[in-house]
């Protein structure tokens, strides 16, 4: 049996055993360069059993390969985000053990992943994100992360105690600078206006680094990757080094995180990378500086599908569920939702449903009906028109003297929402709510009725988008029928309505609502840069501002925009502020 250390200048020893006595030969022989390994893994959070199998299951192929080092993402130990479940004492403990079990199965050779590690500091905080060098079957290296961000979706200074001071790791010839994540995102050559003042980057290449390696969970949004390539790139560049960066792959809750790692040299160019959008392994050689070229989704409507298919089947899977459901009203908005659910999850587990009322189309029906056979779910038809009857008269009494307005409109969409729970508890399945982004944003949903759900598919996704979107399914396979793409929105509860009647054209409500959600412009300044008039952009400022109730009820959302509604935008609810 031959044994292989990794010693921590680069020395490679090889003990070769015979029988219960030590060593008929030992040999040692300089490594100035090795095959290093990047482990694009989908962690779950809390699975400490799981992701502990992907990491050696993971380790041992990079070995086999001839790989003397394979990197694992940010918090691959434990799942990334952690969130709160790090003030529990038993998962901090539990943490420690895993990277000591890892460590301990994957000797011959050298893990760097991320974990939690206690934090040993007057902060107040109990832990540190931190990264490990498990090298011959110990932990033999720990660095913490330093720059904790507290944007968007990020609460990290929440959770964790930052680093006051960060060490190059000697390895292989090399002076390795690591660093977690957030720490590479203070360049001052790339950004205009720095967070931090700080860089760890900086200051470790200063000391002696001559090689940049970065461990992330850097969630997705449609231009991330563009933007994260080109900061990277720049570091490569400013310091004349290798940068490496290994992301995270899967949902996790709210987010998707792309993967979409890779390898540059000191001018920049991309000399290795990883898929996107799925796990990968990926091998390069530290010397020569060349490696494997995975391809990847390119594209942003392509890559805006291929986040939400991915965030839709790990939601499903890792809250344990098998199936979903989705009501078919014959509408774009239902249609582009089970296409996704179908390629996230399969056509045998995607139920639709089709609940129509006495205001519903016959075309609206008979699309539903032909989507199903093209997506080849199984699909329902549950009529509501006695349960509206029913309902109008228990509370005919109660309303006597008001006319109709609103109110019987919501009924119908409370109606649908009460049966698709039923059946989602009845066949386990989950219900996937399928507003989109403009509907969201001025609260043209009703609680408890279309907006009952488990997960919002497509709630970070612009109507405009949703036709891109929709047209890009086509592209690939016939499924959505000609006709739902082509008829005017309507959520059909009331005669002949369009939702032009209650809402501007989506081309402008939507460039509205991504200058005010996302870029944070005044009403003037969009009214402005839009050409539109004040007084409408206004009424559309006042709807979000009186949705914001409806949002904090509503199912998660797959973020796939640089700012979404949900965890990563914070306003009160009762509130009266004049923008």
Known sequence: MTEI????????FGFIFGGPTLAHLVFQFKLETVKIALGQINPTVGDFNGNCQ??????????????????FPELAVCGYPVRDWVEKPAFIAKSQETAERIAANTVGIAVLCGYVTPANDDTGKTVMNSAALLRNGRIDFVQS???LPTYDVFDEMRNFAPARSQTLLAFCGKQIAVTICEDAWNDKQFWSRRLYQVDPVEELMKAGGNFILNISASPFWVGKRELRREMLATIARRHQAPVVMVNQVGGNDQLVFDGSSMVLDPD????????????????????????EMHSQIEGDDASAYAALVLGTRDYVRKCK????????????????????????????????????????SQGSIDDARDLATN?????????IDELFVDYRKILQGIFSGLGEDVTEENIQARIRGTLLMAISNKLNALVLSTG????????????????CGGLAVISDVPKTMVFRLSRYVNSRRQVIPHSTLEKPPSAELRPDQKDSDSLPDYEILDQILEAYVEDNHCAEEIARALGCEQQLVRRVVQMVERAEYKR??????????????????????AAAAQV
Not at 54 to 71: K, N, P, S, Y
Not at 268 to 291: C, M, N, P, T, Y
Not at 436 to 451: A, F, I, R
Not at 552 to 573: C, D, V
């Open 321 to 360: 569920f098998e199936r979903v459901l989705v009501g078919l009203s014959g509408g774009i908005d239902s249609a582009l939702t089970a296409a996704i659910a179908v390629d996230a999850l399969g056509a045998k587990n995607v139920i639709g449903v089709g609940m129509p009322s006495p205001y519903s």
């Open 5 to 12: 250390l990794i010693g921590e200048t680069g020395w490679i």
């Open 145 to 147: 992360k330093m720059l």
């Open 375 to 383: 997506l080849g779910i199984r699909f329902e038809i549950l009529r």
């Open 268 to 291: 920049g160019r991309i000399i290795a990378q990883a898929k996107s959008f799925e796990e990968d392994l990926v091998f390069f050689d530290s010397s020569s500086l060349s490696g």
């Open 436 to 451: 989109n982004k403009s509907e969201l944003g001025v609260g043209y949903c009703t609680l408890y009725g279309d907006m």
């Open 54 to 71: 992907r990491i050696i299951e993971f380790a041992q192929r990079a070995r086999q390969a001839g790989a003397g080092l394979v990197v």
């Open 552 to 573: 904090q009820q509503a199912a998660p959302s797959l973020k796939i925009s640089q700012k979404a509604f949900g965890m990563g935008r914070r306003f009160p609810i």
